[in-house]
């Protein structure tokens, strides 16, 4: 079984388009996580949920929101989607979130503006 | 979180151990030592964290100097599934729930 899955693998769509990103996990985590990873190979979080709570939400465009339906589902939602969002986008999750708490990641989903 | 320095590449013969060096000169007291690693097109996973004494695990051991400035994670035998980029991180912990990835070690791993 998969710990972390992320649907789909592979997303490739036009400017303006509206998209969105799946993730689950079945480690009955408390914690989940959205970092995304960009050309350069910079991983940066972008949102964080402890127990359906938005916890992080670091600088990101308000085009991109965060719906976690319960603690096991943390889905991301694109609007208008730009060049610049061209990028790996993984989804993690951790126990509770503390310090000593591992992260664990998704495969990942790469995503192409054209 | 404090911010660690490591070399950006680093090549091994395979079979044999590698010592991936990161300098965190400015860590707090609080701050542990996480080490995560990525393979190439796959999502980040853990490798092994510290505090102060060095650690041990099934995948690697973490070497802490003393005065906690730098660290060594020990691959005791490279394989060629080893080959991947090497995140040191600093995880403080004060109501901070993220990883602040840096450039990390890409190794590379020769037959």
């Known amino acids: 079984d998969t710990a972390v899955s992320q649907t789909p693998k592979y997303l490739v769509t036009q400017m303006g388009n509206d998209k969105s990103i799946k993730c689950e996990q079945n480690?009955?985590?408390?914690?989940m996580y959205w970092y995304k990873q960009d050309s350069k190979k910079f991983l940066k979080i972008m949102f964080s949920?402890?127990?359906?709570?938005?916890?992080i939400n670091e600088t990101v465009p308000n085009r991109f929101s965060p719906k976690s339906p319960d603690k096991a589902h943390l889905n991301l939602h694109i609007n208008s989607l730009e060049l610049g969002d061209s990028a790996v986008y993984f989804c993690?999750?951790?126990?509770?979130?503390?310090?000593?708490?591992?992260?664990?990641f998704g495969p990942g989903t790469r995503l192409t503006v054209l | 979180d404090a911010k660690t320095t490591q070399p950006n590449s680093m090549e091994s013969n395979e079979e044999e151990p590698v010592h991936l060096p990161c300098n965190h000169s400015?860590?707090?007291?609080?701050?542990?030592i996480h080490w995560y690693r990525q393979l190439p097109s796959q999502g980040p996973e853990y490798v092994i964290h510290?505090?102060?004494s060095n650690v041990n695990n099934r995948m690697a051991s973490l070497a802490i100097a003393e005065d906690r400035k730098s660290s060594t994670l020990i691959l005791h035998r490279a394989t060629l599934r080893d080959a991947a980029v090497y995140y040191c991180?600093?995880?403080?912990?004060?109501?901070?729930?993220?990883?602040?990835f840096g450039k990390g070690t890409k190794l590379s791993v020769i037959p």
């Open positions: 480690l009955g985590h408390d914690t």
């Open positions: 510290g505090l102060t």
């Open positions: 993690a999750s951790s126990r509770e979130g503390y310090i000593t708490d591992t992260q664990y």
């Open positions: 991180i600093l995880h403080s912990g004060a109501g901070s729930y993220q990883l602040t």
């Open positions: 400015t860590i707090s007291g609080t701050d542990y």
């Open positions: 949920y402890n127990n359906k709570e938005l916890i």
